[in-house]
């Protein structure tokens, strides 16, 4: 991704974030609910007991809120190029135990290692490069101990929008297949989006 499109993505959440400060609106999600599903459809499928978790692209570190209502004694490590959003986050969940948040450029940031990895509407910017989506999901993935879990808009349903694309999500499954031999497509909690779950073996 470029030097122009990481701006217009910042520019695009930071005109958000004077509409609607401190809300799921700064993020781009449509409504509360919509991010719910979201975080439940990565989650479901794991026991995060005790283990370490890695957000990217964290936001406001609302999956770190939704996590310890259904877990506890993780770690949890919230990463994004937004420092708005990092502020944000702190303040809301900065000084519970084990939590720490970061900004950095999530393409050239070294990822820490963590048992899960979960990234919720990172990928669905737009981007010149026809390579980037599958790069960052083996960047994310180099990174998961036990399994990652990303999310996707799905072209079949999502509108053309200028900042914004979805996938052909046969073609992102076939690529995760690559490269784990345990992948599932989670489907149906959204009408225009999908998640994917790459297992370790």
């Given at each position: ?71 506890h004694g993780f770690g949890y490590v919230g ?60 960047k994310m993935y180099g990174a998961a101990g ?43 909690y959204l009408e225009d989006d999908f998640t ?6």
């Amino acid at each position: 991704m470029n030097i122009t499109e990481k701006a217009t993505i910042l520019h695009y959440h930071r005109s958000r974030m004077q509409e609607n400060p401190g809300t799921v609106f700064a993020l781009g999600y449509r409504s509360g609910e919509s991010q719910t599903k979201r975080f439940e459809a990565l989650t479901s499928s794991f026991d995060i007991n005790g283990c370490a978790v890695l957000d990217i692209g964290c936001g406001h570190g609302d999956l770190k809120g939704f996590l310890d209502a259904r877990f506890h004694g993780f770690g949890y490590v919230g990463i994004d190029m937004m420092a708005e959003f990092v502020l944000q986050a702190r303040a809301l969940h900065g000084n519970r135990p084990s939590c720490y948040f970061c900004v950095a450029d999530l393409e050239t940031a070294q990822l820490p290692k963590a048992d899960y990895v979960f990234a919720s509407g990172i990928l669905g910017y737009r981007s010149a490069d026809p390579a980037h989506h599958f790069s960052m999901i083996e960047k994310m993935y180099g990174a998961a101990g036990k399994a990652l879990a990303f999310n996707m808009l799905d072209r079949d349903v999502f509108p053309d929008h200028p900042l914004l694309i979805g996938h052909d999500m046969t073609k992102v499954k076939k690529f995760c297949e690559g490269i784990s031999g345990n992948v599932s497509l989670v489907r149906g909690y959204l009408e225009d989006d999908f998640t994917m779950v790459l297992c370790r073996d």
